[in-house]
């Protein structure tokens, strides 16, 4: 047994358990703004740019539609999206920030160092690990 797999040296399990403990953290602060961790990805890719449609935004967040429908109409349904039919182009939806979803963004602000801030890690480090897993994630991708 001495070449079987070790859990404790796969790759795939530190990823999985640092993405476990990830969003374990983000919990507290997310139900705070009443938002889910998948919700809060929409509202970060919507905060940079927007509108975006139906479809930029499941690439840029890696969701199908199956996926990303559900966490729109709930969004919506929160006040904070509204989804149109882009006008040049019906098959085409676009998501747009209300007020209150634009405002939500100052009250997310300090997520990102509140959880940098407990990882115990020095910036230049957690940017490191950051474009790693980026590396991991696009040549993994690419393996499709």
Same mark, same amino acid.
Request: glycine share 6%; hydrophobic share 40%.
């Given at each position: 047994?001495?070449?079987?797999?070790?859990?404790?040296?796969?790759?795939?399990? =530190?990823?999985?358990?640092?993405?476990?403990?990830?969003?374990? =953290?983000?919990?507290?602060?997310? !139900?705070?703004? #009443?938002?889910?961790?998948?919700?809060?990805?929409?509202?970060?890719?919507?905060?940079? $740019?927007?509108?975006?449609? /139906?479809?930029?935004?499941? $690439?840029?967040? #890696?969701?199908?539609? #199956?996926?990303?429908?559900?966490?729109?109409?709930?969004? @919506?349904?929160?006040?904070?999206? !509204?989804?149109?039919?882009?006008?040049?182009? @019906?098959?085409?939806?676009? /998501?747009?920030?209300? !007020? $209150?979803?634009?405002?939500?963004? +100052?009250?997310? +602000?300090?997520?990102?160092?509140?959880?940098?801030? =407990? =990882? #115990?890690?020095?910036? +230049? @480090?957690? !940017?490191?690990?950051? $474009?790693?897993?980026?590396?991991?994630?696009?040549?993994?991708?690419?393996?499709?």
């Amino acid at each position: 047994m001495s070449n079987a797999p070790r859990l404790n040296r796969q790759l795939c399990f =530190a990823m999985y358990s640092a993405s476990r403990a990830a969003t374990k =953290a983000y919990r507290p602060l997310l !139900d705070d703004l #009443g938002l889910t961790y998948p919700q809060y990805l929409v509202m970060l890719v919507l905060w940079e $740019e927007q509108p975006r449609s /139906v479809r930029e935004l499941g $690439e840029e967040l #890696g969701l199908d539609s #199956g996926t990303l429908s559900p966490l729109l109409k709930r969004l @919506e349904s929160l006040g904070l999206v !509204d989804r149109r039919r882009a006008a040049g182009d @019906e098959r085409r939806v676009e /998501v747009f920030l209300t !007020d $209150e979803g634009t405002a939500l963004s +100052a009250r997310a +602000a300090a997520i990102p160092q509140r959880l940098a801030d =407990a =990882a #115990g890690l020095p910036p +230049a @480090e957690l !940017d490191q690990l950051r $474009e790693t897993l980026s590396r991991l994630t696009a040549a993994l991708h690419d393996l499709h």
